[in-house]
């Protein structure tokens, strides 16, 4: 369920259209999208938009009930991860391997491609419910 302020059509649709236990991923420019999950590729350059300006985004607007991220991300890419926790403050998250990540992308609804090249910027957010 959508809040409001994301300008990106694509996005706000993708936000708006989410159910409760639904996943949206927003991921690194190299994850990559099993066949068949809708992308959004808001990717510029390398390193434009940053994987945490969109989880930022994304998550000011979402009902968020819980989040997945890659176990990997705790030793190669800490200062990511406190952010991510930061903007998650609260929500319940369950770390799995990357390979288990990328299967648990096939159910995704969509798919939000950033232009981030740091290692595992990847979430898959589980939609929530507003009341």
Do not use: W
Request: proline residues 6%; hydrophobic residues 40%.
């Amino acid at each position: 369920m959508k809040k409001d302020r994301i300008l990106n059509p694509e996005i706000t649709a993708a936000v708006a259209a989410l159910g409760h236990t639904e996943y949206l991923c927003i991921g690194d420019c190299g994850l990559p999208v099993p066949e068949g999950v809708r992308t959004i590729d808001v990717s510029v350059t390398a390193g434009l938009p940053r994987f945490l300006q969109v989880l930022e985004a994304v998550a000011g607007e979402l009902v968020v009930e819980s989040y997945i991220c890659a176990g990997e991300i705790d030793e190669k890419n800490p200062e990511t991860l406190r952010r991510m926790e930061e903007i998650l403050a609260g929500k319940p998250v369950r770390k799995v391997p990357h390979e288990e990540f990328k299967r648990l992308m096939e159910k995704a609804k969509c798919v939000i491609r950033t232009g981030e090249t740091s290692p595992y910027a990847n979430v898959i957010l589980i939609g929530g419910v507003n009341f």
